[in-house]
């Protein structure tokens, strides 16, 4: 059974538009959520990382986590072609932090 | 200073041939994992290195095996491997086996099996 559902578009918006990216997860035991970005050929780059309920704010990301819903988001303002790239998120598995499960993907294409 | 530096970028190699990636960080991480990612989906947990020592082998095949000679190197070594196999193998670290810290990715190695 998959932990972390990411539905892996593709999604394209233009520059300048709010992004909104989402997964859910099933295992509540784990409260640790990542977001990375990958562009293509190159390994993760991690953006955000939160814990349990609440919001995280850096830039012009914001990650999100709703516990009673079992929902994570990532918002991107303002967004730029520069953004375009494949964003997973993650959560925390068991034995350390850098266990993570990953959801699919999603692909995110940014116009100019 | 953040990185996670993995060699080689790129390989190929035959399916008889011995080879080993190497992964090295420099910020006094004391986990390190192996990750394989295929074409279009999600990285996938290999092995967990915890304090030099193997923690989590996730049902990897023995032609994959893992080395951890000390807290700044990690090496995965290949031996008799399929064209399956074929992927990007990525390394990460991370502070150490309690959570609230996050894991950082090298660039990774492109394997090709022929």
């Known amino acids: 059974q998959k932990e972390v559902e990411q539905d892996p578009g593709p999604l394209s918006v233009p520059e300048g538009a709010i992004v909104s990216l989402n997964c859910t997860y099933s295992n509540s035991a784990f409260q640790y959520f990542m977001w990375y970005r990958q562009y293509s050929r190159k390994g993760p780059e991690l953006l955000m990382y939160?814990?349990?309920?609440g919001n995280k704010e850096d830039g012009r990301f914001t990650a999100q986590v709703d516990k009673s819903s079992k929902y994570i988001s990532l918002f991107i303002r303002d967004s730029q072609p520069s953004d375009s790239a494949t964003y997973l998120c993650a959560q925390e598995g068991k034995g350390s932090q850098g266990n993570l499960i990953f959801g699919k993907g999603t692909k995110l294409s940014v116009k100019p | 200073d953040t990185e996670v530096t993995q060699t080689p970028k790129h390989l190929v190699m035959g399916m008889t041939n011995k080879k080993s990636l190497k992964c090295e960080q420099h910020?006094?991480?004391?986990?390190m994992y192996w990750y394989k990612q295929k074409a279009k989906k999600p990285p996938e947990l290999m092995f967990v290195y915890s304090y030099e020592k193997l923690s989590i082998n996730e049902s990897v095949p023995s032609r994959f095996s893992p080395e951890c000679p000390n807290s700044s190197l990690l090496n995965l070594h290949l031996h008799a491997l399929q064209p399956e196999d074929s992927a990007l193998y990525l390394c990460a670290s991370s502070q150490g086996p309690a959570s609230n810290t996050e894991a950082f990715f090298g660039q990774g190695t492109r394997l090709t099996v022929v």
């Open positions: 939160t814990y349990s309920s």
């Open positions: 910020m006094g991480h004391r986990a």
